[in-house]
C-alpha cells in the first residue's frame, strides 16, 4: 500500500460516512484513527484491509491489520474501536437521515476534519474546566473525582497532541524545492498549547516557473480565525492558479468572499518571484511591511507608492505594486504584526527589526526566521501569533 493507497482508504471512509450520514466528528476521528494505525504498516510493507457495511442503523467498519494493536495503542486512538481481536478493529457508528458532504480533494476534506477536531477539543476543554469549578465546590468525593480528572486531563492531552501534530501538516506547508532559492519560515503561536490562529501563509511554484507566497493574518482568535485565514489562501491560489493578474488577486478573493464569509477580515501580502530573473513583485493589503536586505547589507522597508486594503476592508485591493530585483545573496523578510507588535509600539517594532534583519543577514536562511523571532519577542506586552518568512536568492 503506497502513500496513494494511504489517500484512498482515508476517502473511503469519508464516502463510506457520508453515505451514511455519520456526523463529522465521529468521522474525523474515525479517518484519524485509521490513518494512524495503518501508516505504521504501511512503511514496514504490510497492507492493511478496509471494509464497511450497514446493517440496522450502524454503518460497521473494519480494519485487519497484518500485525496485532496492543490495548495501550488502542487507547491512544482519538476513536476507540468498540471490537476485534488483536489485529482486526471493528467500530460500530450510528447513521444520521443526512448525508455530510465530502470535500472534493484530500487537503480540503483533511482541514475540514482537523478544524471539526480542534473544535471537539475546544468543547472538552470548557467541560474540563467546568468540572474543576464543580470540584472546587464540592466537600464530598473530592480525591476520587480529582483522579478521574487526571486521567481526562491524560487522554485530552494525548488527543490534542495527536490533533495538532496533523494540523500542523495540513497548515504549515513545507517549502517548495526551487533550484537558486532558499525558503525559511518560522511560526510562533500566541499560546503555547494553541498552535492555530489566524496567521497562516501558502507558497507554491505556478506552471510558468514562478514561485508564489501568499501571508494572511485573519482578525480575530481560534478555529474562526483559523477557518477565515484558510479560505483567504485557497481563494488567492485558486485564483492565482487559473491565471489572474496579480495585482487582481487581493480585490477579487476579497469580492469573492464577501457574501460567503461577510465577518471575514484579514489583511494580505503577496510575493511573487522569478527565480531565473530574481524579478520580485509584491502586492499588500493592509498588511505589515517587507524587509529587503542587500547583499551588501543595506536594508529596507518595502512601501507600496498606493496604500493597499485587505479582504473585508473596505475598496480592497492591491492598489500598487512593489518591484525589486533580488540579486544573489540579497534577503527577503514577510512577517505578521505579531513580531513589530510585542512592545505595544509599532513604529519602534519596524526599526528594531531593520537592525535584527542587518544583524542576520549573514546566518544560513534557515536560521534567520526563528532567530528575528527570539531576538524581537524577547519583550512581550502584547502576545500575539507570529509568521516569519525568510527568502533569499542563492550565489
Not at 100 to 107: K, L
Not at 314 to 327: E, K, M, Q, W
Amino acid at each position: 500500500m503506497t502513500n496513494a493507497e494511504i489517500i484512498l482508504l482515508r476517502r473511503r471512509l469519508r464516502e463510506a460516512c457520508a453515505a451514511s450520514g455519520v456526523e463529522i466528528d465521529r468521522r474525523a476521528r474515525l479517518v484519524l484513527a485509521a490513518t494512524l494505525l495503518a501508516e505504521p504498516v504501511v512503511e514496514t510493507g504490510g497492507t492493511p484491509a478496509l471494509s464497511t457495511s450497514t446493517v440496522d442503523g450502524t454503518l460497521a467498519v473494519t480494519l485487519v491489520l497484518p500485525t496485532p494493536v496492543d490495548q495501550r495503542r488502542r487507547n491512544e486512538l482519538p476513536l476507540l474501536p468498540d471490537t476485534g481481536n488483536d489485529s482486526a478493529l471493528t467500530w460500530y457508528l450510528p447513521t444520521g437521515d443526512g448525508a455530510p458532504s465530502v470535500a472534493a480533494d484530500e487537503e480540503a476534506a483533511t482541514r475540514e476534519e482537523m478544524l471539526d477536531l480542534i473544535a471537539r477539543a475546544d468543547t472538552l476543554a470548557r467541560e474540563q474546566r467546568e468540572l474543576k469549578h464543580e470540584l472546587a465546590e464540592t466537600n464530598s468525593g473530592v480525591l476520587a473525582m480529582y483522579v478521574e480528572l487526571e486521567e481526562r486531563d491524560e487522554r485530552l492531552r494525548q488527543a490534542h497532541a495527536v490533533i495538532f501534530r496533523e494540523l500542523e501538516d495540513a497548515l504549515r506547508p513545507r517549502p517548495p524545492r526551487v533550484a537558486g532559492l532558499d525558503l525559511a519560515v518560522h511560526y510562533a503561536p500566541s499560546e503555547p498549547d494553541s498552535p492555530t490562529g489566524g496567521d497562516l501563509y501558502d507558497w507554491f511554484v505556478l506552471p510558468d516557473g514562478n514561485v508564489h507566497i501568499t501571508l494572511v493574518d485573519a482578525v480575530g482568535h481560534g478555529v474562526t480565525s483559523t477557518r477565515h485565514a484558510l479560505t483567504v489562501t485557497h481563494a488567492i491560489r485558486t485564483l492565482a492558479l487559473e491565471g489572474h493578474p496579480f495585482q487582481d488577486l487581493i480585490r477579487r478573493a476579497a469580492h469573492a468572499l464577501a457574501s460567503v464569509e461577510p465577518g471575514l477580515v484579514a489583511t494580505v501580502l503577496l510575493a511573487r518571484l522569478d527565480p531565473a530573473t530574481g524579478d520580485l513583485t509584491l502586492a499588500n493589503g493592509s498588511h505589515p511591511r517587507p524587509v529587503f536586505v542587500t547583499a551588501a547589507g543595506d536594508a529596507e522597508l518595502l512601501v507600496p507608492p498606493l496604500a493597499g486594503r485587505g479582504v473585508g476592508f473596505p475598496d480592497p485591493g492591491s492598489h500598487s505594486l512593489i518591484h525589486r530585483v533580488l540579486a544573489p545573496g540579497d534577503l527577503l523578510v514577510l512577517y505578521t504584526d505579531g513580531l513589530i507588535e510585542s512592545r505595544k509600539n509599532h513604529a519602534e517594532g519596524e526599526i528594531r527589526l531593520l537592525d535584527a534583519a542587518r544583524r542576520n543577514a549573514a546566518r544560513d536562511t534557515s536560521a534567520i526566521p526563528g532567530s528575528l523571532a527570539t531576538q524581537m519577542l524577547d519583550v512581550v506586552l502584547h502576545a500575539d501569533d507570529t509568521v516569519v518568512i525568510a527568502l533569499r536568492r542563492g550565489l
